[in-house]
């Protein structure tokens, strides 16, 4: 039983590359909104100024910092606290399971 296929149409290297990485992008940008909108309410409502979200990737939030005072007192002391409060904010939309904190000017 020697079927032939019918010959398929070729799909322009650009146009598979452009797709794939659309949807790469869609999936990526998303929780990163999420989690740049949750960290501004917390910073909101815990009187935290000078940070923003630089990634989250797998579960990992990067928090960049202006001030070293102010690294120093999230990483050593107020990690915890912002990061239940981060994981409450986003129960369902992202798992975020480790904050990190960097000095950072931008």
Same mark, same amino acid.
């Given at each position: 039983?020697? $079927? ?17 990485? +659309?949807?790469?992008?869609? =999936? $990526?940008? *998303?929780?990163?909104?999420l ?18 979200? +630089? $990634? ?5 939030v990067?928090?960049?910092?202006? $001030? ?11 990690? *915890?606290?912002?990061?239940? +409060? ?17 000095? =950072?000017?931008?």
């Open positions: 039983m020697n $079927s032939e296929r019918p010959p398929r149409k070729a799909v322009p290297i650009g146009e598979i590359l452009d797709a794939y990485l +659309a949807e790469t992008e869609r =999936s $990526s940008v *998303k929780p990163l909104s989690v740049k909108g949750a960290w501004g309410s917390i910073c909101k409502t815990r009187h935290i100024q000078g940070t923003r979200v +630089a $990634s989250f990737k797998e579960g990992k990067t928090i960049e910092v202006k $001030s070293p005072p102010l690294v120093a007192e999230l990483a050593q002391f107020r990690r *915890k606290e912002l990061l239940d +409060a981060l994981q409450r904010a986003l129960v369902v939309d992202a798992k975020v399971s480790d904050l990190r904190f960097r000095l =950072s000017a931008w």
